[in-house]
């Protein structure tokens, strides 16, 4: 069965520190992969997707992330964090083709400390 | 900008009773899913709803469980007879389209504790 796995369950840096959050898929088909953001008290919202094209894709607030096909990777990066972005990061995936229902990773709790 | 809404935003009930979390989608979306979290899981997928009719349900979505849209706006969620075990947070979302590659809008979510 298909599943999404982060690997970090909470991370905690320091304002500046740089930003890797791990995800990994299983499926060996085509996917589309998705992060979302969860801040304090608010909804999922989206940071950013992949579907085709460029492997390296740009999201809102400064996030990127790389989907390494023969890893079966995307992980979700940001160069200088800032204490805004404490949230709980979720990866996600649809298998193309599918009518988009959505299979999530267990979530990354950040912390950044001021 | 526009936001999917869902209420109530808690709801106690005793097992047995019958729930309905409600949600109204973003006015121009097509398809409608329901999600749920159970404290310390993952985010899982229940059901996905278009054209009045259910397009995909997940093995959670057992006969205890129903969509409807009971009219142009609101999307609800009925447990008939609830668990213990259906304590979890409820997230709707919607899409413009069914395509995998189409964001989903979530909205806030519905904490359900079954006592």
């Known amino acids: 069965a298909q599943s999404v796995s982060q690997h970090n369950h909470h991370v905690i840096l320091s304002e500046a520190a740089s930003l890797e959050l791990g995800c990994n898929y299983s499926?060996?088909?085509?996917?589309?992969l998705f992060w979302y953001v969860q801040y304090p008290g608010q909804h999922l919202q989206l940071l950013l997707k992949?579907?085709?094209?460029?492997?390296l894709v740009k999201g809102i607030k400064g996030f990127e992330a790389e989907f390494i096909k023969s890893k079966f990777s995307f992980n979700l990066r940001k160069p200088s964090v800032q204490w805004s972005d404490t949230a709980e990061y979720f990866c996600?995936?649809?298998?193309?083709?599918?009518?988009?229902?959505?299979?999530f990773g267990k979530g990354t709790k950040l912390s950044v400390k001021p | 900008e526009p936001e999917v809404t869902q209420t109530p935003s808690h709801q106690v009930t005793q097992m047995g009773q019958e729930v309905i979390l409600r949600c109204v989608p973003i006015?121009?979306?097509?398809?409608f899913y329901w999600y749920r979290q159970i404290l310390g899981q993952k985010v899982e997928f229940l059901v996905s709803?278009?054209?009045?009719?259910?397009?995909?349900k997940s093995e959670i979505f057992d006969d205890q469980f129903s969509v409807e849209r009971p009219d142009g706006s609101n999307f609800t969620l009925k447990i008939r007879s609830t668990k213990l075990e259906d304590s979890a947070m409820y997230f709707c979302?919607?899409?413009?389209?069914?395509?995998?590659?189409?964001?989903?809008?979530f909205g806030p979510g519905t904490r359900l504790l079954v006592l």
């Open positions: 499926y060996g088909g085509t996917v589309n």
């Open positions: 996600a995936v649809s298998r193309g083709g599918s009518q988009g229902n959505l299979i």
């Open positions: 979302a919607s899409a413009w389209d069914r395509s995998s590659e189409e964001t989903q809008y």
């Open positions: 006015s121009n979306h097509l398809y």
């Open positions: 992949y579907f085709s094209g460029d492997p």
């Open positions: 709803f278009y054209n009045n009719e259910i397009s995909e």
